[in-house]
């Protein structure tokens, strides 16, 4: 197996899946029906929501929630009239999205597919990309930003949340201790220290990213960037961890 298998198992088996945790409960009944009405909000990082100006009219819009499974934010893009589709590595959260559908009465495409591969989908197959935070789960960010870049229709947006990398120089001590230089990445450590490090994520492989890799990451694959925040684990943090982008697909002419 590699490391992406290992992560989509993780999810799969792990109580981030199998409990009502925040980013695996899917929206109950009547978040669905206050969604409908205009009453609705979404996250991209764990406490901010993301402001409703990023977004583009909902009605028929062809939306991509990138490794965004568990019925969160696709149900509600639903109740506003756009067509979702959802990809994700893990069945247990997949299964989730099919469920909030089957409730609700509405159709979204579920695919269960690799993000760190070619994703399985067309040029410009999409009006906007959903990406909320996922990406520490693969090594290479910059291949998820051009395969982004690739999937978008000219104009179309991207949204995307991230860690910053910072959570990654304590250990899981209390109080957390300073004990990893960055960037962090298993796949480059001994035998022993990955597996030390793999145990205590869970049993799945976790990646720093740089702000170079993330939002330079973004420029590179082409994207114009038109908005930014920052985000913290909990309001009473000292310092954030975490980022949300909002990008466009602008085709400049030569």
């Not at 639903?78 to 159709?107: H, N």
């Not at 090594?139 to 991230?162: K, N, S, T, Y």
């Not at 869970?202 to 170079?212: A, D, I, P, V």
Request: with cysteine; proline share 6%; charged share 25%.
């Amino acid at each position: 197996m590699n490391y992406t298998e290992i992560n989509s198992e993780a999810w799969s088996r792990s109580a981030l899946v199998n409990e009502a945790k925040p980013w695996t409960l899917p929206i109950s009944h009547e978040d669905f029906l206050r969604a409908k009405q205009g009453d609705w909000a979404v996250g991209l990082t764990p406490c901010k929501t993301v402001p409703r100006e990023w977004f583009l009219p909902f009605a028929g819009c062809k939306i991509l929630g990138l490794a965004d499974g568990g019925g969160q934010q696709m149900p509600i893009f639903a109740a506003l009239g756009a067509q979702c589709t959802v990809l994700d590595y893990s069945d247990v959260q997949l299964q989730k999205e099919r469920d909030v559908a089957a409730r609700e009465g509405y159709e979204i495409q579920v695919v269960k597919a690799d993000m760190s591969k070619r994703l399985p989908f067309g040029d410009g197959a999409f009006d906007l990309v959903f990406h909320a935070i996922s990406n520490h789960y693969v090594e290479d960010v910059q291949h998820i930003w051009d395969e982004c870049w690739r999937v978008l229709r000219p104009g179309g947006v991207l949204i995307a949340g991230f860690d910053n990398g910072i959570c990654f120089l304590f250990d899981d001590s209390d109080p957390p201790r300073l004990a990893h230089k960055l960037p962090y990445n298993p796949l480059r450590m001994g035998e022993e220290e990955r597996r030390r490090a793999v145990e205590r994520d869970g049993g799945s492989y976790h990646f720093s990213h740089t702000m170079e890799e993330q939002v330079g990451g973004q420029l590179r694959a082409g994207f114009t960037l038109t908005h930014l925040y920052e985000d913290r684990d909990s309001p009473d943090d000292y310092y954030p961890s975490y980022a949300a982008t909002r990008a466009v697909k602008r085709i400049v002419a030569d």
